[in-house]
């Protein structure tokens, strides 16, 4: 196999690969005094000489890290500098498909209507709301980004929650500057354009029933939202811890009921919940749980009247199913059933029930069938089910999601719509006449859908599973059939998270330069249920993702599609982990692979508790401290399986801020493939923003520089 190796002939002047330092350091797995490490941690422990450690800082502030990191981004720089036409280019052409002055559409509540637009030139929205019966009335801005952005001095500027008070005078909203996730809530008096109120250090927060009561959560040293607490605008001083969560497995979120009768706490681990509520008009009441958790059930809640519907995999559902509860009693669950006593939406081996949002008349049932996203509708007469129907969509491969409902008693349910080749559509569904209004759809310059064709296939992995493979190209530059194509195959595969086949303009590129865009839908995710996550794609099944995705590949090669040399891969964060295991297992299979933000470093990252996300995802990977686990995670952990072999080029991302996956993940894996690869390996690259979190630039024209940036390196990889 030939690949072609992105290394650039420079003369005397080529750029020298950094040599990272190699310190002795021990990584103990098993018992360790005064540590939490697991149920059952093998004891005594084992030991790991661990070269790159030092590369570990906490605070983001040593500065013989940060001036490594600054020599890897200046060495890719260097490598990259014959590139800035063809980077420039590709910037022009990802901007050419952005309307960059636009509107949203508009979402009723109350006596407004509220959306957000964006200004040529602006990197952040402006979010706004006008009169709802005069629409053409003059138009109130509640919230402008970019000015926040320039009174924080930042240009990472991340917004997370935005909420709207009960009466509509106030705005709350969190904001996170550096891209660490950790927020501080503002609440801004709309009528005098004033901020009146802060809380920092928080991760959620929702309003109580009325403008002076909030409720928000805080998270521990770990990262871990674990404690709910309310707080009083008119009173300083008050602060209420209202639940607290101390088991490490566990993270705590808070939501409201659609009706806004209840604040609803959940506390979940990977496999277990419980969920507890508070009646926000009689707080005085304390929180009533509804049912105690028991291991390895999992189930949340939505209400109507005096109803709970609880989506739940209790009983052995393994793709869940919905289940009822009286108020009075939300222990006692039972079956969902229409007015003529049939059941409805029991547990389907090959349907998925995702969860259930309520509104005043009906239900809507979020869930999958045959790979794909699928919407139910229950329409109720009185406390009666009344009919209910599955929503019909045109094509055969799509997304769909639930788009912003505001108003309880609203007869239309606001649902997002596309697939591959359709760009986001913004639908509202009339219950009552099941007709689907088309409100907006998103545009996109210089894109013709008829140009584009998109499909599924199927490849057989090793054990024989039929792997789904969602596919789009460009039709008049595989006229009669796809020979031997550029190919980029993007996959993830983790935490039952499935990749759907919707829109993306960012792809364009790719797709008019005649590359064929695949992403593959490997056991880990959910796509095809939830046993191909919960049975066949974690713990001591994780190597059937990496399988899968190899099996997609030569698949794509046995039936003519393309050839090692041509193809490219790419995967973000877990989905890093897959990339790396694949170039462990099969480097000759690929020609260059994009890692943004990887999780590479599982056996050391995973046995450290005092590392965020670590104790929760025990119940993803396994723990390594345990001998159960141990052997099984140090099989694929993409750095401690680095061997003397040939290598195709990689670009490494990472974001300095990421609380997520760490960004010494990325160097260290950057520093144990440029120590362990054969010379004749492809070029490897680390490129670190030293400003980001885990998802990349904020600002949306730095973010189409770094998307650039990489297809620069990928064109060039691919000969293109």
């Avoid at 389907?348 to 009906?362: A, D, E, G, L």
């Amino acid at each position: 196999m030939i690949v072609l190796n992105c290394h650039m002939n420079y003369g005397t002047d080529t750029p020298t690969a950094p040599i990272a330092k190699k310190k002795h350091h021990l990584v103990k797995f098993g018992k360790v005094e005064g540590e939490n490490r697991g149920d059952n941690p093998m004891n005594p422990p084992l030991e790991k000489i661990d070269p790159y450690y030092w590369m570990r800082d906490d605070s983001r502030s040593n500065e013989e890290i940060l001036t490594h990191l600054e020599l890897e981004n200046d060495y890719t720089k260097k490598n990259m500098k014959n590139l800035t036409k063809i980077n420039d280019s590709i910037y022009d052409e990802l901007l050419s498909h952005v309307k960059e002055t636009d509107t949203t559409d508009f979402v009723p509540n109350g006596h407004f209507v509220y959306y957000s637009h964006t200004l040529e030139g602006s990197p952040y929205p402006i979010h706004c709301r006008r009169d709802r019966e005069n629409i053409n009335s003059l138009e109130e801005v509640i919230l402008d980004e970019n000015k926040l952005s320039d009174q924080f001095g930042t240009t990472q500027m991340n917004v997370g929650n935005m909420r709207i008070s009960p009466s509509q005078n106030l705005l709350g909203f969190s904001v996170d500057t550096s891209g660490d996730e950790i927020y501080e809530i503002l609440i801004k008096n709309l009528s005098i354009n004033e901020i009146i109120f802060t809380v920092s250090d928080i991760s959620s927060f929702e309003w109580g029933s009325d403008d002076n009561t909030i409720f928000y959560t805080k998270m521990d040293s770990a990262h871990r939202p674990y404690q709910v607490w309310k707080l009083k605008l008119n009173d300083s001083n008050y602060r209420k811890l209202i639940y607290e969560e101390n088991d490490e497995l566990f993270w705590v979120g808070i939501s409201k009921t659609q009706d806004n009768d209840f604040l609803l706490i959940s506390s979940s681990s990977k496999e277990t919940s419980e969920v507890h509520y508070l009646e926000l008009k009689n707080e005085s009441i304390n929180l009533n749980l509804i049912k105690k958790r028991e291991k390895g059930i999992l189930y949340s809640v939505s209400k109507r009247r005096n109803t709970f519907y609880i989506v739940t995999n209790f009983n052995e559902a393994k793709n869940f199913q919905i289940l009822t509860s009286d108020i009075k009693f939300p222990s006692e669950w039972n079956s969902l059933k229409d007015k003529l006593g049939r059941v409805l939406f029991e547990h389907n081996n090959s349907r998925t029930i995702n969860y259930s949002y309520s509104f005043k008349n009906f239900i809507i049932v979020f869930g999958r069938e045959n790979g794909l996203k699928q919407l139910w509708c229950l329409v109720f007469e009185d406390n009666q089910i009344l009919n209910h129907h599955k929503l019909e969509f045109p094509e055969d491969s799509y997304v769909v999601g639930l788009g912003s409902n505001l108003e309880f008693s609203s007869k239309f349910v606001r649902i997002t719509y596309s697939s591959m080749v359709t760009p986001q559509t913004i639908f509202d569904y009339d219950v009552d006449s099941k007709e689907l209004i088309q409100i907006k759809q998103k545009d996109v310059p210089n894109y013709d859908r008829l140009n584009y064709c998109t499909d599924r296939i199927f490849a057989p992995s090793t054990d024989g599973t039929l792997i789904p493979i969602s596919v789009v190209y460009r039709k008049d530059m595989h006229k009669e059939s796809i020979v031997n194509s550029k190919l980029m195959l993007y996959g993830y595969g983790s935490y039952g998270l499935c990749i759907e086949p919707s829109f993306n303009a960012k792809v364009l590129p790719m797709l008019n330069r005649g590359i064929v865009y695949c992403i593959a839908h490997v056991r880990g995710g959910s796509e095809m249920g939830r046993f191909w996550y919960e049975e066949e794609g974690k713990y001591l099944t994780k190597m059937n993702t990496f399988e899968d995705f190899c099996s997609c590949a030569e698949h794509l090669i046995r039936i003519g599609w393309t050839s090692p040399s041509n193809i490219a891969i790419e995967g973000r964060s877990a989905g890093g982990l897959l990339i790396g295991a694949v170039l462990n297992m099969r480097p000759d299979l690929f020609n260059v692979a994009i890692a943004g933000v990887p999780f590479v470093d599982v056996m050391t990252t995973m046995s450290d508790p005092s590392i965020p996300l670590t104790v929760v995802e025990w119940e993803e990977w396994g723990n390594p401290n345990e001998e159960k686990f141990h052997e099984y995670i140090k099989s694929y952990s993409p750095i401690d399986n680095v061997t003397s072999q040939k290598y195709p080029n990689i670009l490494i991302t990472a974001g300095l801020h990421d609380p997520r996956v760490a960004y010494w993940e990325a160097m260290k894996w950057c520093a144990t493939l440029r120590e362990k690869s054969l010379p004749d390996s492809g070029l490897i690259l680390l490129k670190t923003d030293l400003e980001a979190g885990h998802f990349s630039a904020s600002d949306r024209y730095k973010y189409l520089k770094e998307k650039a940036f990489e297809y620069a390196f990928l064109f060039r990889c691919l000969g293109i």
